[in-house]
């Protein structure tokens, strides 16, 4: 069962205009979310993260949203450049079961933009 | 380099065959995380090190896979007898502290089973 979803597997947006990507998760007890950006044949980048303390975080040009009662959280990329079309994954955190500070991801969303 | 480093950065083997995958993590770094990307699939979690504390193995797969961490630095994944369904990206992280610092990943090494 996917604790993190991200049910868009692709994106195309224009250049300038606003990339917005989507993830829900099931898990009440994950208190850190995190957006990674990943190029083919590179590891993850962490791109930016939001404690579940707040509902809002900005850096730049990305900002996340949180939204704790509905589960679900969103990456805002504004304005898009091409230079940003990559694999964008949701990643939530919280302790498991065995005590460790585990990151559960989404399968990613492939963001296009479109000079 | 600053960055986590990992080796080799691709692989293709036997089925049956033992491989051994390597990751050098940033220096300072006390928590190592080693994760897999199969085809079209988010990354899983396979065991985590923090410290000098018992490794949280709960994400291997199966018995065939183990993990060791010497010296709180260098990490090595091993996976014995090989199957098909073990072809995948392995990727490597490390953070800080292991309690929600952001884990900072290496290019991985990509598993290739013939």
């Known amino acids: 069962d996917q604790q993190v979803k991200q049910n868009s597997p692709s994106l195309s947006v224009q250049e300038g205009r606003i990339s917005i990507l989507n993830c829900d998760y099931t898990n009440s007890m994950f208190d850190y979310f995190l957006w990674y950006k990943k190029y083919p044949a590179e590891g993850p980048t962490f791109l930016i993260s939001?404690?579940?303390?707040?509902d809002k975080n900005e850096d730049g040009r990305f900002t996340v949203f949180l939204n704790k009662s509905a589960k679900h959280l969103s990456l805002h990329i504004v304005p898009s450049q091409p230079g940003d079309s990559a694999v964008y994954f949701c990643?939530?955190?919280?302790?498991?079961?065995?005590?460790?500070?585990?990151?559960?991801f989404g399968k990613g969303t492939k963001l296009s933009v479109i000079p | 380099g600053a960055g986590v480093s990992q080796s080799p950065s691709n692989k293709v083997t036997e089925k049956g065959k033992d491989v051994e995958l390597r990751c050098d993590p940033i220096s300072g770094h006390t928590a190592l995380y080693w994760y897999r990307q199969s085809l079209g699939q988010g990354l899983e979690f396979l065991i985590y090190?923090?410290?000098?504390?018992?490794?949280?193995k709960s994400g291997l797969p199966s018995d065939r896979f183990s993990a060791e961490r010497t010296g709180g630095s260098v990490s090595t994944l091993t996976i014995q007898r090989t199957q098909q369904e073990d072809s995948a990206v392995y990727l490597c992280?490390?953070?800080?502290?292991?309690?929600?610092?952001?884990?900072?990943f290496g290019d991985g090494t990509r598993l290739s089973i013939l």
């Open positions: 990643a939530a955190s919280g302790v498991s079961g065995a005590g460790s500070y585990q990151l559960t």
């Open positions: 992280a490390s953070s800080s502290d292991g309690f929600g610092q952001p884990q900072h």
């Open positions: 939001i404690s579940s303390i707040k």
């Open positions: 090190f923090q410290g000098n504390s018992a490794p949280d």
